[in-house]
């Protein structure tokens, strides 16, 4: 029995050594992290994000001769959660370069870490411009809320015709207090008119019932509405604001791009109208259609545009390792800081001063259940 | 709209939102008068009760009525079983740690949640029946907003006969007065205990529905913040007062519609405003409105 025993030690040892022996070799694998909302009210955008860098990651595994690897930690959809996650990512993981997050919040509060640990962030939505401000480490590949809010007054006062509009805000979203501003300002330059945001009501993320906000909107009679915010929060706004007889058009941001608009809105989110990053009815690179087909045969659904952000955050990030040669975190935040150019399925990717892409918007509309695309907005 | 219409349709929202709490609190409630615990797992228990309805309308062939009825009967086991594993074996342990054991309880059942039905919300299948809306002059309001109250009213008459006036309430009432006599006097505290737990899910479960009628968005963490401010109605009503939990429950949900109705400035403070009223309850008048005197339990 006990030579037995010491058999199986001299087993254990053994397969514990070799253990020991594969892990030194795995250090060769490039770590890239990414920190998305999983679960909670923003886990929709997340799950359809890693769906795309993962897609990225199957295209092209390997760079500089190495495996590349993802770690995928949930941030929660919570601020300190998302803080912990970079942390853990850059501390624990040890990765070279991080991707993330869906909601500008959540970005935003990884901020100030990547930025002490000098490890570069590249966000794939998160579109509030204090993400990327005075932070040389975070940069994006989508287009920012000054433009994305411009875009969508514009839709309101020139192909709708309204005079005047009703803001409804999540407080809590950074996203959605800023985008609100940015249509805010556009929307009374282009009426000429400061009074023509009749109303600007709040909620929180998380709240559920939104009548008492809608009630007040409905006696000020606006043309129409733009509230940008969870896809969640936002589907159940609607179908509210429709309950009271509220019937003017509502506008919105990127943020309802997600089947959990349609699915909790039904009937009442018909005819809403929202900005976003790319579509699928309308690619616009070579690379588009690569990531449409591949996306198509491992989903078997059309793709949307967070995950097109979240490849050509992958393939960004691949990119700039391949020029440099290096796998040092300096070294890709230095070549972050210079992309130009790059071929994109969502488009061209040139980062300015401020690590922002400028970018175009795609103009979609909730019709038969289904998202449709309207039209392109070039930046000015 | 006219002054008027504004100020009934801003009750008609309150009425609807508190009819919601009172609903949800009475499940609470009832098992905290009894057993003198604070079941923090009801709020998921009330998630659970509300993802059953959700398969069972759409992945069985069972009418979405029928559903209505067994979903909470099924919650209503899984109340049950929760007694069994997480406080039967505490019966006898100080307070605090059967407190603490149902914390554990409803963080286990959460991430349980999360685990089977995935983080992405799902959308709750209304039935087309409830999905309706009536316009009363220049007030306009859903059919479920008319059910949900006459569903918490009538569940209000029913418990309180059940308890008041059949031999297993009386045996209830016993079990809460003096656990120890009452098990000397033949109660069957065991079953006894099963059978207030049993409904306590029931009621949350049916809570959950009407939740899911109203605001049809489901979320493995969804009972969270409906658990706490039905406790914070039973606590304003006096907790293990089942018709105090109706008032509280109306009381809440008025005046959280009404903070954000006319003073729109501290609609970030919502959630902040039910635990305010809570602080001052407590400060003021810790048995509740409807609540026994004090020193009976002291």
Same mark, same amino acid.
């Given at each position: 029995?006990?030579?037995?025993?010491?058999?199986?030690?001299?087993?254990? &040892?053994?397969?514990?050594?070799?253990?020991?022996? @594969?892990?030194?070799?795995?250090?060769?694998?490039?770590?890239?992290?990414?920190?998305?909302? $999983?679960?909670?009210?923003?886990?929709?955008?997340?799950?359809?994000?890693?769906?795309?860098?993962?897609?990225?990651?199957?295209?092209?595994?390997?760079?500089?001769? %190495?495996?590349?690897?993802?770690? &995928?930690?949930?941030?929660?959809?919570?601020?300190?959660?998302?803080?912990?996650?970079?942390?853990?990512?850059?501390?624990?993981?040890?990765?070279?370069? =991080?991707?993330?997050?869906?909601?500008?919040?959540?970005? $935003?509060?990884?901020?100030?870490?990547?930025?002490?640990?000098?490890?570069?962030?590249?966000?794939?939505? #998160?579109?509030?411009?204090?993400?990327?401000?005075?932070?040389? @480490? !975070?940069? %994006?590949?989508?287009?920012?809320? #000054?433009?994305?809010?411009?875009?969508?007054?514009? @839709?309101?006062?020139?192909?709708?015709?309204?005079?005047?509009?009703?803001?409804?805000?999540?407080?809590?979203?950074?996203?959605?207090?800023?985008?609100?501003?940015? /249509?805010?300002?556009?929307?009374?330059?282009?009426?000429?008119?400061?009074?023509?945001?009749?109303?600007?009501?709040? !909620?929180?993320?998380?709240?559920?019932? +939104?009548?008492?906000?809608?009630?007040?909107?409905?006696?000020?009679?606006?043309?129409?509405? /733009?509230?940008?915010?969870?896809?969640?929060?936002?589907?159940?706004?609607?179908?509210?604001? %429709?309950?009271?007889?509220?019937?003017?058009?509502?506008?919105?941001?990127?943020?309802?791009?997600?089947?959990?608009?349609?699915? =909790?809105?039904?009937?009442?989110?018909?005819?809403?109208?929202?900005?976003?990053?790319?579509?699928?009815?309308?690619?616009?690179?070579?690379?588009?259609?690569?990531?449409?087909?591949?996306?198509?045969?491992?989903?078997?659904?059309?793709?949307?545009?967070?995950?097109?952000?979240?490849?050509?955050?992958?393939?960004?990030?691949?990119?700039?390792?391949?020029?440099?040669?290096?796998?040092?975190?300096?070294?890709?935040?230095?070549?972050?800081?210079?992309?130009?150019?790059?071929?994109?399925?969502?488009?061209?990717?040139?980062?300015?001063?401020?690590?922002?892409?400028?970018?175009?918007?795609?103009?979609?509309?909730?019709?038969?259940?289904?998202?449709?695309?309207?039209?392109?907005?070039?930046?000015? | 709209?006219?002054?008027?219409?504004?100020?009934?349709?801003?009750?008609?929202?309150?009425?609807?939102?508190?009819?919601? @709490?009172?609903?949800?609190?009475?499940?609470?409630?009832?098992?905290?008068?009894?057993?003198?615990?604070?079941?923090?797992?009801?709020?998921?228990?009330?998630?659970?009760?509300? !993802?059953?309805?959700?398969?069972?309308?759409?992945?069985?062939?069972? #009418?979405? *009525?029928?559903?209505?009825?067994?979903? #909470?009967?099924?919650?209503?086991?899984?109340?049950?079983?929760?007694?069994?594993?997480?406080?039967?074996?505490?019966?006898?342990?100080?307070?605090?740690?059967?407190?603490?054991?149902?914390?554990?309880?409803? +963080?286990?059942?959460?991430?349980?949640?999360?685990?089977?039905?995935?983080?992405?919300? %799902?959308?709750?299948?209304?039935?087309?029946?409830?999905?309706?809306?009536?316009?009363?002059?220049?007030?306009?309001?859903?059919?479920?907003?008319?059910?949900?109250?006459? &569903?918490?009213?009538?569940?209000?008459?029913?418990?309180?006969?059940?308890?008041?006036?059949?031999?297993?309430?009386?045996?209830?009432?016993?079990?809460?007065?003096?656990?120890?006599?009452?098990?000397?006097?033949?109660?069957?505290?065991?079953? =006894?205990?099963?059978?207030?737990?049993?409904?306590?899910?029931?009621?949350?479960?049916?809570?959950?529905?009407? *939740?899911?009628?109203?605001?049809?968005?489901?979320?493995?963490?969804?009972?969270?913040?409906?658990?706490?401010?039905?406790?914070?109605?039973?606590?304003?009503?006096?907790?293990?007062?089942?018709?105090?939990?109706?008032?509280?429950?109306?009381?809440?949900?008025?005046?959280?519609?009404?903070?954000?109705?006319?003073?729109?400035?501290?609609?970030?403070?919502?959630?902040?405003?039910?635990?305010?009223?809570? =602080?001052?309850?407590?400060? &003021?008048?810790?048995?509740?409105? $409807?609540?026994?005197?004090?020193?009976?339990?002291?």
């Amino acid at each position: 029995m006990k030579r037995k025993l010491g058999l199986l030690l001299i087993v254990l &040892v053994l397969l514990l050594s070799s253990q020991i022996g @594969y892990g030194q070799k795995a250090d060769e694998v490039i770590k890239i992290g990414v920190f998305e909302p $999983m679960t909670g009210a923003n886990a929709a955008g997340g799950e359809m994000t890693v769906e795309g860098i993962e897609l990225a990651r199957e295209i092209k595994g390997e760079v500089l001769g %190495r495996k590349v690897e993802i770690i &995928v930690v949930d941030n929660k959809s919570d601020k300190v959660e998302a803080a912990n996650a970079v942390s853990r990512l850059i501390e624990k993981d040890k990765v070279v370069a =991080i991707i993330g997050s869906y909601g500008s919040s959540l970005s $935003m509060a990884a901020g100030d870490i990547v930025k002490k640990a000098e490890v570069p962030a590249v966000g794939c939505s #998160p579109t509030n411009p204090l993400v990327t401000l005075n932070n040389d @480490y !975070y940069f %994006r590949v989508c287009f920012i809320d #000054p433009f994305q809010g411009t875009v969508m007054a514009r @839709y309101a006062v020139n192909e709708l015709g309204a005079k005047t509009a009703a803001v409804i805000q999540d407080v809590t979203q950074d996203y959605s207090v800023g985008l609100s501003k940015y /249509f805010i300002d556009a929307f009374r330059e282009l009426t000429g008119d400061r009074n023509s945001i009749v109303e600007v009501s709040a !909620y929180n993320t998380g709240d559920q019932d +939104f009548t008492a906000q809608l009630t007040n909107v409905k006696n000020k009679k606006p043309d129409i509405i /733009f509230a940008p915010g969870n896809y969640g929060e936002s589907a159940l706004l609607i179908r509210q604001a %429709r309950d009271l007889g509220i019937d003017v058009p509502f506008l919105g941001g990127d943020t309802w791009e997600a089947p959990e608009f349609l699915a =909790i809105g039904g009937e009442a989110v018909e005819g809403a109208v929202f900005s976003t990053h790319f579509t699928a009815e309308a690619p616009v690179t070579e690379e588009s259609g690569v990531f449409l087909d591949a996306y198509r045969n491992k989903f078997g659904k059309e793709a949307n545009a967070f995950a097109a952000l979240g490849y050509d955050a992958y393939m960004v990030i691949l990119d700039v390792i391949e020029k440099a040669g290096s796998v040092d975190s300096q070294a890709i935040r230095n070549g972050l800081a210079k992309v130009k150019g790059f071929v994109g399925a969502t488009g061209i990717i040139t980062l300015d001063q401020n690590g922002d892409a400028v970018k175009s918007a795609v103009i979609n509309k909730v019709d038969g259940a289904k998202f449709v695309y309207l039209t392109t907005v070039e930046p000015d | 709209m006219g002054d008027f219409s504004i100020l009934f349709q801003h009750l008609a929202n309150g009425i609807s939102l508190g009819s919601l @709490y009172a609903l949800i609190a009475i499940g609470y409630t009832m098992v905290y008068g009894i057993l003198r615990l604070i079941n923090f797992a009801h709020g998921d228990i009330f998630m659970l009760g509300v !993802y059953i309805t959700f398969y069972g309308i759409l992945y069985t062939p069972i #009418p979405w *009525w029928l559903v209505f009825l067994i979903a #909470p009967t099924i919650t209503g086991f899984i109340g049950l079983l929760l007694e069994k594993i997480a406080y039967k074996p505490l019966r006898e342990a100080p307070r605090t740690t059967i407190l603490i054991s149902a914390i554990g309880a409803s +963080f286990f059942l959460q991430n349980l949640g999360i685990v089977i039905f995935g983080g992405r919300p %799902r959308a709750f299948p209304v039935p087309r029946i409830l999905n309706r809306v009536i316009k009363l002059g220049g007030v306009s309001i859903n059919v479920v907003a008319f059910i949900i109250p006459t &569903v918490t009213v009538l569940l209000l008459v029913g418990l309180n006969y059940f308890i008041n006036k059949t031999k297993t309430g009386m045996a209830m009432r016993a079990l809460a007065k003096d656990y120890e006599t009452a098990s000397l006097m033949g109660i069957d505290v065991n079953k =006894i205990i099963s059978i207030t737990f049993f409904l306590g899910s029931f009621l949350a479960a049916v809570g959950g529905i009407m *939740w899911g009628a109203r605001y049809p968005q489901l979320m493995p963490l969804m009972g969270t913040m409906p658990g706490l401010k039905s406790f914070i109605a039973a606590v304003i009503g006096g907790i293990g007062n089942i018709t105090g939990a109706v008032i509280g429950g109306f009381i809440l949900g008025l005046g959280e519609i009404m903070l954000v109705a006319l003073l729109p400035r501290l609609t970030g403070y919502r959630d902040a405003f039910a635990f305010v009223l809570l =602080i001052i309850i407590l400060l &003021v008048k810790p048995s509740g409105i $409807m609540g026994d005197k004090i020193t009976e339990k002291v």
